[in-house]
């Protein structure tokens, strides 16, 4: 089992999930997050951090279709341990539904 990161994440990027893995398996793209599932040691510290509600275990119904992407794209993206700034319209994007179709490929910068 691991936690995958899901839709609420995107273009949210709060990042406060980063900080508390104590094996730093999060990956950053331009506007997501995702956890490597062979490195994640299924601790779940991460899941009560994030605000968007966006981390659960990859047993959770959400998690489908995510854990293919948490899969896929932390082997592509960027290692991030530190929390960087989050972008300026977070807020607004936080709760808002149906965002699947706005994730980017793009890795992020750490
Ligand atoms: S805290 Fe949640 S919303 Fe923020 S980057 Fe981590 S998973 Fe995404
Ligand atoms: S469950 Fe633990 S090891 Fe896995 S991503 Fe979250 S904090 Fe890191």
């Keep these: 089992m691991t936690y995958v990161v899901t839709e609420n994440c995107i273009k949210c990027k709060f990042m406060d999930c980063v900080e508390v893995c ?12 995702v956890i490597h599932p062979d490195e994640c040691i ?8 994030c605000p968007a509600e966006a981390i659960v275990p990859d ?6 279709p995510w854990v293919e992407i948490n899969r896929d794209f ?9 929390k960087g ?19 980017s490929p793009n890795p992020g910068t750490p």
Excluded: H, M
């Excluded at 104590?22 to 997050?33: A, H, K, R, T």
């Excluded at 047993?59 to 489908?64: E, G, H, I, M």
């Design 22 to 33: 104590p094996v730093d398996c999060f990956y950053v793209g331009e506007n997501f997050l």
């Design 42 to 49: 299924d601790c779940g510290v991460c899941e009560p951090e």
């Design 59 to 64: 047993s959770d119904d959400k998690a489908t």
């Design 74 to 82: 932390s082997t592509q993206w960027p290692n991030i341990t530190r």
């Design 85 to 103: 700034e989050p972008p300026a319209d977070a807020e607004e994007w936080k709760d808002k539904p149906d965002k699947k179709a706005l994730l």
